[in-house]
């Protein structure tokens, strides 16, 4: 029964959702190059699966690369920001005004740097990706307890049993809230990487190279047919990360201890 | 033109005034019959019946490549039909379709392919006439890359928007294969890599280049056989509404751009330059002389094109083109893709 209803709600919220759509499209008589129906976009989704699939996998790829390579840059960064006040205070302001610089702007750079491709693509994905991580964790490893840190102290730890037993474990709720917010941002980096720094022969390019090509030729049903498969990635990347921080945290933290009591 | 008169009151009218002055003064070095008639015209019309506030959307900053419509609006020749045009000038072509279709804006610029395609999935367009008889889109390149017609793109990176319909057309009708860069609307990297190559106007980027010290080597994209219009569409349902409003934007539009191409120059360019700092008068001279030199406006006299004329069999050879491309799903007629019944009859050609 419990588990029945878990599932029957948003089926039938689902289904109410559907509903309306196609019924605000009947009432308002909704044109189908301003919002196609349902059906629409799925017959406009097997039309182009091929570069659909194609581009889904090559941005998958950009996002994969690009996220794992700030989830560890980001680690590092950051255990080497906690390590010392000096290095923090020294460092912060700067890696702030890397932050607020828009990629928009940054972007440029970057393929004048990386070239046009599959690697700039990426740079673009791991810098929007990195900060989140970054700020977050820092920020946990920061912010230790100062009873525990006491403790630690009195029983002589060395600073790396401090970091290794203390910090870190201490800063892991910190980090997967970074990485939750990095998994929702990858298929932003990654799909804006493909609008400036794609490269293909029209139709075997990413995600945001085909969204640029179905919007120019008001290949409207497509457009949201490639909306639906870039929804697809950032459900992966999240759902990737609610499971690292599931088996990270669910023996101890609270956030997953009080989830459970009934 | 018009945001910068009407957004002062007082002052607006005062400017107007002095503007009205110096264009009679000015039409001495231009077409001066056509001026002195409008003096009068334009003092009585605003007491006589309201004007009708309409937006043509351009394609992009204020350029010559507008330059008809800008000396139309300059010149009251809009205000003489009735028109109240607000000439608004755009940066994102990708959405402007969508602006006129909504009936946000009466009027943009676009190409007829493009029309013919959004006209094709149901959107409601309608082409009113065309400003070139041919597309000013070319590719730009090195001249050490030895690329000699169009067919040599073959396997070469190329800048281009890869939603352009010339991309489907030069990869299926040449039997070639472009490694796409999606366009950025700079020649940074152009000015930086001799292999580097680039969609662009004929009448824009080379220019930049050549400031640069670079005789870039263009290839107008039209000679590639696929060879659409670049014209003025509209809300096909506000064009059914108001076909005297459409009718009159018509010929008042072309009366712009006949005047622009037979040398009526001088005022126009000076606001150009004023309303985009990026124009340079040397820059729109050329621009102007790149216009005449690859017949945009006026096309070519012996295939019988003339400013703002639609031929019946081109639009036709588009249409099966584009249904060849998998763009267009079934038959448009000419009559379907613009409104010719408001067209002057001897612009429209068989």
């Given at each position: 029964m419990k588990a029945a209803g878990r599932y029957l709600w948003p089926i039938l919220f689902g289904l109410a959702l559907l509903a309306m759509w196609y019924g605000a499209i009947a009432i308002f008589a909704i044109p189908d190059y301003q919002l196609p129906a349902p059906h629409q976009i799925i017959a406009a989704g097997l039309d182009e699966r091929d570069s659909l699939i194609t581009g889904t996998l090559q941005t998958t790829i950009a996002c994969l690369v690009g996220f794992f390579a700030s989830v560890v840059g980001g680690m590092l960064l950051s255990l080497l920001l906690a390590s010392s006040d000096w290095i923090f205070r020294g460092a912060w302001p700067y890696i702030l005004i890397l932050k607020m610089t828009p990629i928009i702007v940054i972007a440029p750079i970057i393929i004048l740097w990386a070239g046009q491709g599959l690697v700039s693509i990426t740079i673009i994905t791991f810098l929007v990706c990195f900060f989140p991580i970054v700020a977050n964790t820092t920020m946990g490893l920061r912010s230790t307890d100062l009873g525990h840190l006491d403790l630690f102290a009195v029983y002589r730890a060395t600073r790396w049993q401090q970091l290794l037993w203390l910090r870190a474990p201490a800063a892991l709720p910190f980090f997967m809230t970074g990485l939750r917010i990095a998994a929702a941002l990858t298929p932003i980096g990654a799909l804006y990487g493909d609008t400036v720094a794609g490269m293909g022969t029209g139709n075997d390019a990413g995600l945001g190279f085909l969204v640029i090509i179905f919007n120019a030729q008001f290949k409207v049903p497509a457009l949201f047919a490639a909306a639906l498969a870039s929804c697809v990635i950032g459900f992966l990347f999240v759902s990737l990360v609610n499971l690292m921080s599931w088996l990270a945290l669910r023996r101890w933290h609270e956030s997953y201890l009080q989830g459970d009591r009934p | 033109m018009r945001k910068l008169t009407s957004t002062r009151g007082a002052q607006g009218a005062c400017a107007r005034w002095l503007l009205a002055l110096l264009l009679i003064h000015a039409s001495g070095c231009g077409d001066a019959g056509s001026s002195a008639e409008n003096a009068p015209a334009q003092s009585a019309a605003p007491s006589d019946t309201p004007l009708v506030k309409v937006i043509l959307q351009t394609d992009w900053y204020p350029q010559p490549e507008h330059g008809g419509f800008y000396l139309a609006d300059l010149a009251g020749w809009y205000e003489e039909v009735g028109l109240d045009v607000e000439i608004r000038p755009g940066a994102n072509p990708g959405s402007i379709p969508q602006l006129v279709a909504g009936n946000q804006v009466q009027f943009a610029l676009g190409t007829s392919d493009n029309l013919i395609v959004a006209r094709g999935r149901g959107v409601p367009l309608i082409g009113l006439f065309p400003y070139f008889q041919h597309d000013p889109q070319c590719v730009m390149f090195h001249r050490e890359s030895g690329i000699r017609t169009l067919a040599d793109l073959d396997g070469r990176r190329v800048m281009v928007n890869p939603g352009a319909t010339y991309v489907a057309w030069l990869q299926q009708s040449l039997g070639i294969r472009l490694q796409l860069i999606p366009l950025d609307y700079s020649i940074a990297r152009f000015l930086s890599d001799p292999t580097f190559i680039q969609q662009c106007f004929l009448t824009s980027e080379p220019w930049y280049a050549k400031q640069e010290g670079i005789e870039a080597g263009v290839l107008p994209l039209s000679s590639s056989g696929f060879d659409p219009y670049r014209v003025v569409y509209a809300n096909a349902d506000w064009v059914a509404n108001n076909p005297t409003h459409a009718r009159a934007f018509i010929a008042a539009s072309l009366r712009g751009w006949r005047a622009y191409a037979d040398g009526d120059t001088v005022r126009v360019h000076a606001v150009i330059a004023e309303l985009n700092p990026g124009q340079s008068l040397p820059f729109m001279a050329w621009t102007r002389e790149q216009m005449a030199q690859f017949q945009l406006i006026d096309g070519n006299p012996d295939r019988?094109?003339?400013?703002?004329r639609v031929s019946r069999a081109r639009v036709q050879d588009l249409v099966q083109q584009l249904i060849t491309l998998g763009l267009l799903d079934s038959e448009l007629a000419a009559d379907d893709a613009f409104a010719l019944d408001l067209m002057p009859p001897e612009l429209v050609a068989p």
């Amino acid at each position: 029964m419990k588990a029945a209803g878990r599932y029957l709600w948003p089926i039938l919220f689902g289904l109410a959702l559907l509903a309306m759509w196609y019924g605000a499209i009947a009432i308002f008589a909704i044109p189908d190059y301003q919002l196609p129906a349902p059906h629409q976009i799925i017959a406009a989704g097997l039309d182009e699966r091929d570069s659909l699939i194609t581009g889904t996998l090559q941005t998958t790829i950009a996002c994969l690369v690009g996220f794992f390579a700030s989830v560890v840059g980001g680690m590092l960064l950051s255990l080497l920001l906690a390590s010392s006040d000096w290095i923090f205070r020294g460092a912060w302001p700067y890696i702030l005004i890397l932050k607020m610089t828009p990629i928009i702007v940054i972007a440029p750079i970057i393929i004048l740097w990386a070239g046009q491709g599959l690697v700039s693509i990426t740079i673009i994905t791991f810098l929007v990706c990195f900060f989140p991580i970054v700020a977050n964790t820092t920020m946990g490893l920061r912010s230790t307890d100062l009873g525990h840190l006491d403790l630690f102290a009195v029983y002589r730890a060395t600073r790396w049993q401090q970091l290794l037993w203390l910090r870190a474990p201490a800063a892991l709720p910190f980090f997967m809230t970074g990485l939750r917010i990095a998994a929702a941002l990858t298929p932003i980096g990654a799909l804006y990487g493909d609008t400036v720094a794609g490269m293909g022969t029209g139709n075997d390019a990413g995600l945001g190279f085909l969204v640029i090509i179905f919007n120019a030729q008001f290949k409207v049903p497509a457009l949201f047919a490639a909306a639906l498969a870039s929804c697809v990635i950032g459900f992966l990347f999240v759902s990737l990360v609610n499971l690292m921080s599931w088996l990270a945290l669910r023996r101890w933290h609270e956030s997953y201890l009080q989830g459970d009591r009934p | 033109m018009r945001k910068l008169t009407s957004t002062r009151g007082a002052q607006g009218a005062c400017a107007r005034w002095l503007l009205a002055l110096l264009l009679i003064h000015a039409s001495g070095c231009g077409d001066a019959g056509s001026s002195a008639e409008n003096a009068p015209a334009q003092s009585a019309a605003p007491s006589d019946t309201p004007l009708v506030k309409v937006i043509l959307q351009t394609d992009w900053y204020p350029q010559p490549e507008h330059g008809g419509f800008y000396l139309a609006d300059l010149a009251g020749w809009y205000e003489e039909v009735g028109l109240d045009v607000e000439i608004r000038p755009g940066a994102n072509p990708g959405s402007i379709p969508q602006l006129v279709a909504g009936n946000q804006v009466q009027f943009a610029l676009g190409t007829s392919d493009n029309l013919i395609v959004a006209r094709g999935r149901g959107v409601p367009l309608i082409g009113l006439f065309p400003y070139f008889q041919h597309d000013p889109q070319c590719v730009m390149f090195h001249r050490e890359s030895g690329i000699r017609t169009l067919a040599d793109l073959d396997g070469r990176r190329v800048m281009v928007n890869p939603g352009a319909t010339y991309v489907a057309w030069l990869q299926q009708s040449l039997g070639i294969r472009l490694q796409l860069i999606p366009l950025d609307y700079s020649i940074a990297r152009f000015l930086s890599d001799p292999t580097f190559i680039q969609q662009c106007f004929l009448t824009s980027e080379p220019w930049y280049a050549k400031q640069e010290g670079i005789e870039a080597g263009v290839l107008p994209l039209s000679s590639s056989g696929f060879d659409p219009y670049r014209v003025v569409y509209a809300n096909a349902d506000w064009v059914a509404n108001n076909p005297t409003h459409a009718r009159a934007f018509i010929a008042a539009s072309l009366r712009g751009w006949r005047a622009y191409a037979d040398g009526d120059t001088v005022r126009v360019h000076a606001v150009i330059a004023e309303l985009n700092p990026g124009q340079s008068l040397p820059f729109m001279a050329w621009t102007r002389e790149q216009m005449a030199q690859f017949q945009l406006i006026d096309g070519n006299p012996d295939r019988n094109e003339t400013l703002g004329r639609v031929s019946r069999a081109r639009v036709q050879d588009l249409v099966q083109q584009l249904i060849t491309l998998g763009l267009l799903d079934s038959e448009l007629a000419a009559d379907d893709a613009f409104a010719l019944d408001l067209m002057p009859p001897e612009l429209v050609a068989p």
